[in-house]
């Protein structure tokens, strides 16, 4: 890392289709910098990488026609940190249910999920959701024992179906999971980066190195 | 939980951003659509430029056809309502469709009145020509504002004059001092707050996808540089020499817009685009339809 970005990691945001400037903007608000991604060159350097809310098919299919499938498989076998929101969650899933056969994802978060299972827009909702036992690295801006819970908007999302022994849930929506983690890769079945709540991508902010202090504004 | 809320609307019209929206006539239409990576589809009985050929009354599609594609694919299945046709945009709400398009590609069921879009809790898109036409069918509750551009003629000169009308007076206003947006208000006909939070942000208050005319991949690469946010091909894909390819690289344009190395790539071989219609050969404008 180079002097002067010290403590602001540089996050590649993926830019094929999507709410991309959603993320952008949340990103600034937590100390990072970010570079949009389009193609594999645009992955060099990068402290991490968001995956935003979009159509998953069509990710999917612009991911393979770019290269940039293999290019996103490989950093995230290394361990890259990773954030994925509603599509993103779908494109790191191991399983997804109701896709399309030809559909890939890169199967880095131990999880089975079911697109577009919570129904079509008309059933796309606001909810607030609670914070789990697994939120206490990240979270810890809320009363100590107590954080509150979190604003989240769900527009035709997954459902995580099933997790494995490896991942944590962070968040829960009447016992499903909403936000989970497993290691260096987080990811939400709602999109943080359509509310004003920022401890989703304050969390990932620290995850890709985010100095202490950096992630105040 | 809270269904229909504006955030929730306006979050599907973001996830689409930077996507393309093709209109089908049928299931197989759909999924050919779906394999090139739409982003969503319009179900509708006939394309624009078949509209505009055989004349009649264009009015919302038949259930049945909407129902097909709906189970046909996987992605987001938009319809269409005739404007002020409050009962269409009830049925159409109520087989779930995921948005529906108060479209002046039908005939026009109200001369006068837009339909009350709060009432509903599926979000809509609906055509401007300008800024204040935008701000109006928003401050009725359209969560996505598209140019209307000249349906079915395959000719991108009016998508290009609405998109540039709508982004050019945005850009005007944000230059404007407080007292002048009172101005701005009463030359654009649309409510005060609306033209106050433009000018603090500077953009739209809902996405604005570009529609009306797009034939080829530089027409969608043409629209995104002036500032659209996404794109709706309607005749431009299933009129076209060979659909599946013309489908892809319009996908492929939209995403790379800015990237004229990979525009050229997959433009490439193509085959012949829709012959469209050009000038006096276009008979009634369509965009005049609204108010």
């Not at chain 2, 609307?9 to 090139?36: P, S, Y």
Request: glycine fraction near 14%; aromatic fraction near 4%.
């Amino acid at each position: 890392m180079v002097a002067g970005s010290v403590g602001r990691p540089l996050v590649g945001v993926l830019a094929l289709q999507g709410d991309v400037r959603e993320h952008v903007a949340a990103l600034a608000d937590v100390g990072c910098r970010s570079r949009l991604v389009k193609r594999v060159g645009d992955l060099a350097g990068v402290d991490g990488l968001v995956l935003p809310g979009g159509e998953s098919t069509t990710l999917s299919m612009l991911l393979e026609s770019t290269g940039l499938f293999d290019a996103v498989a490989g950093l995230l076998g290394d361990g890259l940190p990773v954030l994925g929101t509603c599509a993103g969650l779908v494109l790191l899933a191991s399983e997804v249910l109701d896709g399309r056969p030809d559909q890939r994802c890169f199967g880095a978060l131990a999880a089975v999920v079911r697109r577009n299972g919570y129904g079509r827009q008309q059933q796309s909702f606001e909810a607030e959701v609670g914070l789990g036992v697994g939120f206490g690295d990240g979270f810890g801006d809320g009363p100590a024992d107590l954080p509150a819970a979190l604003p989240a908007v769900f527009i035709r999302a997954p459902v995580i179906v099933s997790v494995g022994d490896e991942v944590d849930v962070l968040a829960s929506l009447e016992g499903v999971p909403v936000l989970v983690r497993q290691g260096p890769v987080l990811a939400s079945a709602f999109h943080p980066e359509l509310t004003a709540d920022r401890r989703v991508h304050g969390l990932f902010a620290g995850m890709c190195g985010a100095g202490a202090g950096a992630g105040a504004g | 939980m809270t269904t229909g809320t504006f955030t929730v609307k306006r979050g599907l019209a973001d996830m689409l951003r930077g996507g393309v929206i093709m209109d089908v006539v049928n299931a197989e239409q759909a999924v050919v659509a779906e394999d090139a990576g739409a982003v969503a589809v319009m179900a509708l009985e006939r394309v624009p430029a078949d509209i505009r050929r055989d004349g009649g009354v264009a009015r919302m599609s038949d259930p049945l056809l909407i129902e097909g594609i709906q189970h046909a694919v996987t992605i987001p299945v938009m319809a269409k309502a005739r404007i002020g046709h409050f009962a269409e945009a009830q049925v159409l709400q109520s087989l779930g469709v995921d948005f529906v398009d108060e479209s002046e590609v039908l005939t026009p069921a109200d001369e006068a009145h837009h339909i009350d879009k709060w009432a509903f809790t599926v979000p809509f898109v609906c055509g401007a020509t300008n800024l204040g036409e935008a701000l109006r069918r928003i401050s009725e509750g359209a969560a996505m504002i598209r140019s209307k551009g000249e349906a079915g003629t395959g000719n991108i000169v009016e998508a290009v004059r609405h998109l540039r009308s709508i982004l050019g007076s945005l850009r005007a206003v944000g230059q404007a001092d407080a007292a002048e947006l009172y101005g701005w208000a009463k030359e654009l006909q649309a409510p005060v707050g609306l033209v106050q939070e433009i000018a603090a942000t500077g953009r739209l208050p809902v996405p604005l996808f570009c529609a009306g005319g797009i034939a080829t991949p530089s027409d969608a690469a043409l629209v995104m540089q002036l500032g659209a946010e996404a794109v709706f091909v309607g005749s431009g894909i299933f009129k076209s020499g060979d659909p599946a390819r013309m489908a892809s690289a319009v996908v492929e344009a939209t995403a790379h817009f800015e990237d004229a190395d990979h525009v050229a790539k997959v433009s490439r071989g193509l085959g012949e685009a829709m012959r469209g219609l050009e000038g006096a050969a276009v008979g009634e404008r369509l965009a005049d339809r609204g108010w």
